[in-house]
Every structure is written in structure tokens, then in C-alpha cells.
Nanobody
Framework: QVQLVESGGGLVQPGDSLKLSCAAS????????MAWFRQAPGRERELVAA????????RYADSVKDRFTISTSNNRRSLHLQMNSLKPEDTAVYFC????????????WGQGTQVTVSS
């Protein structure tokens, strides 16, 4: 099992920056990929950014490209999301997720952290 705990959410103004972090514990050596999802009220959960833990290949939703950066550190025990130029439409609960080797989908989810972008 892997446990994921997010931190760093909060209330910011449009144009501000915020960095989310996720601490992973447990069977972290077996993680093959990690990602951030988000869900806004009344909307479906969407993938924001994902990264492979070997090779560091990453991908982003079109809506956050060139504004957000995903990274890992500490041998897959930390996941980060640097968010710049935040917009009101970035308001959502952000979830840290992880996938075991051999799994098709993300099988570990954190509890989420709220990000609110408002003036």
C-alpha cells in the first residue's frame, strides 16, 4: 500500500503562484507514475499533470501547459506541482495520485487539497 498526503493548497489571487506538495509513504519503490488530478464543483475530475518516475517524462492538460510544472523528488516519496499565473478556473480540489507498476490506472489517491483562485 501507498499513502499520499497533499499540502500547500489555499486562497490566492489571479496571477499568483502556489506550490502543492504530496508526501508518499509505504511501498513507494513500486510506484511507476504519479500525477495530479483536480475536480471543480459540478465538473468531472480531470488530469492536470502526470510524470513517470523513471525517466521523468511528463505531460500536462492543455489548460495548464506553460503555467504548471510537475516534479518528483526524494526517490518518489515527494510529488510537487508548481502553479504559476493562476486563474479563477484553476479553482478545484487537487488530488495527488500514484500508480503501481503493472497497473493500468492510478490505484492510490490522496484526500485532496483545496485551491481557490479569487480576487
Amino acid at each position: 500500500q501507498v499513502q499520499l498526503v497533499e499540502s500547500g493548497g489555499g486562497l490566492v489571487q489571479p496571477g499568483d503562484s502556489l506550490k502543492l506538495s504530496c508526501a508518499a509513504s509505504g511501498r513507494t519503490p513500486f510506484i511507476s507514475a504519479m500525477a495530479w488530478f483536480r475536480q471543480a464543483p459540478g465538473r468531472e475530475r480531470e488530469l492536470v499533470a502526470a510524470i513517470l518516475t523513471h525517466g521523468a517524462h511528463s505531460r500536462y492538460a492543455d489548460s495548464v501547459k506553460d503555467r504548471f510544472t510537475i516534479s518528483t523528488s526524494n526517490n518518489r516519496r515527494s510529488l510537487h506541482l508548481q502553479m504559476n499565473s493562476l486563474k479563477p478556473e484553476d479553482t478545484a480540489v487537487y488530488f495527488c495520485v500514484a500508480r503501481d507498476r503493472g497497473k493500468d490506472g492510478y490505484n492510490y489517491w490522496g484526500q485532496g487539497t483545496q485551491v481557490t483562485v479569487s480576487s
